[in-house]
Nanobody, 115 residues
Framework: VQLVESGGGLVQPGGSLRLSCAASGFTFSMYHMSWYRQTPGKERGLVAAIDSAGGSTNYVESVKGRFTISRDNAKNTVYLQMNSLKPEDTAVYYC?????????WGQGNQVPVSS
């Protein structure tokens, strides 16, 4: 099982960024996918989640209206489009694959939001 994230990097406040997470080694279309983020000294927290078919999504309140999670099951990839970024969005972002008792994490991707 492998989850490889890409798309992170320094962005200015108000800017946009799209994270990608490419999956391999498992049947991607059967897994619930999520994005989490973590800052130093804090626990990893859920940002957005999408069900296996892509028909249902949910978001933490602080990113609603700014972030969009989506998936392409043909490409085994989940995305996180982040718009109107704020300094408080600065974190390491992780993708997660989950089904029943199985859970796997990507390596993490730094997203600093700073001018």
């Amino acid at each position: 099982v492998q989850l490889v994230e890409s798309g992170g990097g320094l962005v200015q406040p108000g800017g946009s960024l799209r994270l990608s997470c490419a999956a391999s080694g498992f049947t991607f279309s059967m897994y619930h996918m999520s994005w989490y983020r973590q800052t130093p000294g804090k626990e990893r927290g859920l940002v957005a989640a999408i069900d296996s078919a892509g028909g249902s999504t949910n978001y933490v309140e602080s990113v609603k209206g700014r972030f969009t999670i989506s998936r392409d099951n043909a490409k085994n990839t989940v995305y996180l489009q982040m718009n109107s970024l704020k300094p408080e969005d600065t974190a390491v972002y992780y993708c997660n694959a989950r089904r029943n008792d199985f859970s796997s994490w990507g390596q993490g991707n730094q997203v600093p939001v700073s001018s």
